[in-house]
C-alpha cells in the first residue's frame, strides 16, 4: 500500500545474531516510522525518521538502532537479537499530518 | 501520558447488523486526530476513517462511522450493514504533533477483534 515495501516479510534467527529488516517507499515521504506489533500492546512506535539521517527515538528503542541514508530506505537493525525482541514489525510513512501508511509487516521470530 | 483504551477485547455481530466499538482516550491536547484501522488476518492495516479533533461533525465512509465526543475523550466506531469481510482487529489510535521534530506520533489502542457471524 501506498509504495510501501519491507524485506524480509518472515525471519527466523537465532538469539544473539544481528538482524536488519528493512522498509523502502516510493513515495517521497520526508516520513517514516517503525513499529512492533505484540498481543495486547497494538502497536508500538520503536523509531521514527523525519528526513535523511534524521532519526529519534520512540517509546520502545532500547534494543534497535535505526539508519536513513537515503529517503527511500528506513533500515531497522536489532545489534544482537533477543527473544523479547520476537514480534511483528511494522514500518509506516506518510505525509506530515496525515494517515500513515503501513507497509504488510514482517514477522521476526527470535529462537 | 497520552493512552488509548479499548476495552472489549472481542466483539462479535451477525450479519447485517450494526456494532459499536468503543473508544477512549486522555490527552491534553487541543489540537490532534483521530483513527481506526483495521487488520483483516493478511496482517495489513488498513485505514477505516479518520476524525479532526477540532472538527465536530462526526466523520462517516460509508458503513462505517464515528461518535466523537470529544469533552468525553470518546472516539466510537460504528459499523452498519455489517458484513463477513468485516472481520479482523480494529484498532483506534490517536495522533499528536511532536514539538521537536515536526513529524507527529502515533499512540494505538490494544484492539478489538470483531467476528461478523453468518
Known amino acids: 500500500d501506498a509504495g510501501i515495501t519491507q524485506s524480509p516479510r518472515h525471519k527466523v534467527t537465532e538469539t544473539g545474531t544481528p538482524v536488519t529488516l528493512r522498509c523502502h517507499q516510493t513515495e517521497n515521504h520526508r516520513y517514516m516510522y517503525w513499529y512492533r506489533q505484540d498481543p495486547g500492546h497494538g502497536l508500538r512506535l520503536i523509531h521514527y525518521s523525519y528526513g535523511v539521517k534524521d532519526t529519534d527515538k520512540g517509546e520502545v528503542s532500547d534494543g534497535y538502532s535505526v539508519s536513513r541514508s537515503k529517503t527511500e530506505d528506513f533500515l531497522l537493525t536489532l545489534e544482537s537479537a533477543t527473544s523479547s525482541q520476537t514480534s511483528v514489525y511494522f514500518c509506516a510513512t506518510g505525509p506530515k499530518n496525515q494517515p500513515q501508511h503501513f507497509g504488510d509487516g514482517t514477522r521476526l521470530s527470535i529462537l | 501520558a497520552q493512552t488509548v483504551t479499548q476495552s472489549q477485547p472481542e466483539m462479535s455481530v451477525q450479519e447485517a447488523e450494526t456494532v459499536t466499538l468503543s473508544c477512549t482516550y486522555d490527552t491534553s491536547e487541543n489540537n490532534y486526530y483521530l483513527f481506526w484501522y483495521k487488520q483483516p488476518p493478511s496482517r495489513q492495516m488498513i485505514l477505516v476513517i479518520r476524525q479532526e479533533a477540532y472538527k465536530q461533525q462526526n466523520a462517516t465512509e460509508n458503513r462505517f462511522s464515528v461518535n466523537f465526543q470529544k469533552a468525553a475523550k470518546s472516539f466510537s466506531l460504528k459499523i452498519s450493514d455489517s458484513q463477513l469481510g468485516d472481520t479482523a482487529m480494529y484498532f483506534c489510535?490517536?495522533?499528536?504533533?511532536?514539538?521537536?521534530?515536526?513529524?507527529?506520533?502515533?499512540?494505538f489502542g490494544t484492539g478489538t477483534r470483531l467476528k461478523v457471524l453468518a
Open positions: 489510535a490517536f495522533m499528536k504533533p511532536l514539538s521537536t521534530s515536526g513529524t507527529y506520533k502515533y499512540i
